[in-house]
């Protein structure tokens, strides 16, 4: 995905203000250690979403390791208001602040932790997800463990290589969790989208990957595409109640768009550590959604009659907040 150079926390009050004609708020605290705000492009949404609590989300988004700004919020709606509040992360690991975070989903069997990803690696470099706990009274998060994506394809200057954007994750023991990552396609070493997983272990803190989760399973979204092998066929993950798996693909034409986003039934999850998703044969239930670039997947809020929920990552024109019903 071609990033916007700068983030700001304006970004943060376009990424709400698009969103609702209802009262917004937005907490203006400094966000960061040595905040330092450039006015000057009011780009950037959510490249990733995940349920906090009935009406809250935590927010990832994608900032290269050399740009400042916000990597972490809480998003609020309710039916009178939507708000945005950064979270400040009290400690990275030994590679240093995140690297485009593309994805977030609650670690299962847990109430505020959670395991965001970073895209992939670059030169070898990041390419990691990082198990979070977050305090939702003080909107500090702390880093409790950091784990190394493997290297399937190298991200370099001439190459586009693992471009994870979805992660879910579900419970295999209590010490084990499944992990399934959505890498996006449109690329030309991979032009699908790949569905992968692998084993975290809580305990010894480590991430394996099978290498039948390697290979993992391809998939090819239906769609009004601009060009079927460019377009990206997963870029969000959100796991429902029955065990559905339901996904996001998007259309990517530059910063100034149009935008198209598809939102589908992929599959279902199941407790098996060799094959945890059954993907369904043929992609019947999804929805077209013009004019979005949808990167953040999740469920609806409490009192917005909706499926689901999506964030987008509109480029030159910000981001927004949306609910959606699904046939």
Known sequence: MKLNFYFSLICLITFIACSTQKKVVTDTKPVETKPQIDATKLGGGASG????????????????????????????????ELSVRPIVIENWDNEGISSDLESICKVPGTENEFFASESGNWQGKFGRIFHIRINPTTFVGTIINSVKLPI?????????????????????????????????????????????WGVYNVEKKTFEMSPAGKEGIQVQVPGNWTDNTKNRDITDFYVDKAGKIWASASDDLGDAGPFYSVIY????????????????SEITNYKEVNGFKIEALSGPAKGIKSTLSFATEDENYGGVWRPILMD
């Open 265 to 280: 039934q992929l599959g279902t999850i199941q407790k098996d550590k060799n094959n945890p998703i059954q993907v369904v």
């Open 49 to 80: 979403m995940a349920i906090l609590d009935e009406q809250s989300y935590v927010g990832v988004y994608d900032l290269k390791n050399f740009q400042k700004g916000i990597r972490v919020s809480v998003i609020k709606v309710t039916e009178e």
């Open 152 to 196: 399937i394809n190298r991200n370099d200057f001439d190459m586009t290589g693992d471009q994870y954007e979805a992660i879910t994750s579900i419970s295999y023991s209590d010490t084990e969790k499944i992990i399934i990552l959505g890498e996006r396609g449109g690329s030309k070493i991979n032009p699908n989208g790949i569905v992968r």
